[in-house]
DNA sequence: ATGATTATGCAATATAGTTGCATTAACAAT
DNA sequence: ATTGTTAATGCAACTATATTGCATAATCAT
């Protein structure tokens, strides 16, 4: 759905082998405008292309490992899946309610992240820093307040 | 381990009756540097006095639900628990060792976050803003080097 | 004591992810 | 084309983590 990604470069630039089934794991993640979970990856293939729930998985590992799709903890249980940033896509924060469990993105200057002191404290090394914001989603406050 | 934390206290100002097993696991998060997993706080409880395993996973619900403890989703499959932000500990940061999977407590102001255009760009309420570092921890970097 | 409420225990179940091994596909070297 | 090699996928079983429903025990106010 982003009209500067092409799916076939991105794992190609990767070092990634370009299957069909990977380019498929891909373009689902790519063309949602919110992280998704390795079971709405599967079953949204599913619909029009018989794959393995396990492949799924390990293409999902293969492409977080490559850097092509960002591995986001939600509140809850499932990781969710987004693309990775990269030249066109800012790393942004995401929003989990903590009702319905929905996982949103968040305007990549939402909020901002000051890191110059980490490196001053902290000995390990960094690869990724991951904002979560927690709350009520818009719908979710409708709800509430409809009784 | 806090001077100034009385768990009994924390219990009571957050309206949950203080029962021994709410204590013993507030006491067992509380003396920890390092927020545990639900199996680590069990495990520990369990070495001096039976409890069960699903009273744990209750107990944790409910003291986060409470906002005495945090649930900090780390980046492997279990969350982990530390003490919520309170008037003697400053909210802070966390790293995952995407290695070896330990989850750290980062100090307070070695990131800053600024939250103000949130408020501006995004309709759902916010309760929490979690920052989750990842990367290699010092003893991992240290192993790698060996050989 | 009695009853109501809350906390805990126990067994079963659900959910998310992983492993081991078999099969198939892709492709290079004869 | 045939063979051998490697990489990708499928399938079944399994593990880890968390949740549920219902029974029992503790607590507390009458």
Same mark, same amino acid.
């Given at each position: 759905m982003c009209a500067h990604c092409n799916y076939q470069n991105l794992l190609e630039e990767a070092g990634v082998e370009p *299957?069909?089934?990977r380019l498929q794991v891909l373009a689902v993640i790519g063309g949602n405008d919110a992280p998704l979970t390795a079971a709405e990856v599967?079953?949204?293939i599913e619909r029009s292309h018989p794959i393995n729930r396990? *492949?799924?998985y390990r293409i999902l590992d293969l492409l977080v490992q490559n850097r092509v799709v960002e591995r986001i903890s939600s509140g809850g249980r499932a990781a969710h899946f987004g693309l990775a940033p990269n030249k066109y896509h800012a790393p942004h924060p995401h929003f989990c309610c903590s009702r319905c469990g929905a996982v949103i993105c968040l305007n990549p200057d939402s909020l901002s992240v000051d890191a110059d002191n980490l490196q001053k404290t902290f000995a390990g090394e960094v690869s990724r820093i991951e904002v979560l914001v927690e709350g009520i989603c818009?719908?979710?406050?409708k709800q509430r307040s409809n009784h």
């Amino acid at each position: 759905m982003c009209a500067h990604c092409n799916y076939q470069n991105l794992l190609e630039e990767a070092g990634v082998e370009p *299957t069909a089934n990977r380019l498929q794991v891909l373009a689902v993640i790519g063309g949602n405008d919110a992280p998704l979970t390795a079971a709405e990856v599967f079953s949204t293939i599913e619909r029009s292309h018989p794959i393995n729930r396990v *492949t799924v998985y390990r293409i999902l590992d293969l492409l977080v490992q490559n850097r092509v799709v960002e591995r986001i903890s939600s509140g809850g249980r499932a990781a969710h899946f987004g693309l990775a940033p990269n030249k066109y896509h800012a790393p942004h924060p995401h929003f989990c309610c903590s009702r319905c469990g929905a996982v949103i993105c968040l305007n990549p200057d939402s909020l901002s992240v000051d890191a110059d002191n980490l490196q001053k404290t902290f000995a390990g090394e960094v690869s990724r820093i991951e904002v979560l914001v927690e709350g009520i989603c818009r719908n979710c406050l409708k709800q509430r307040s409809n009784h």
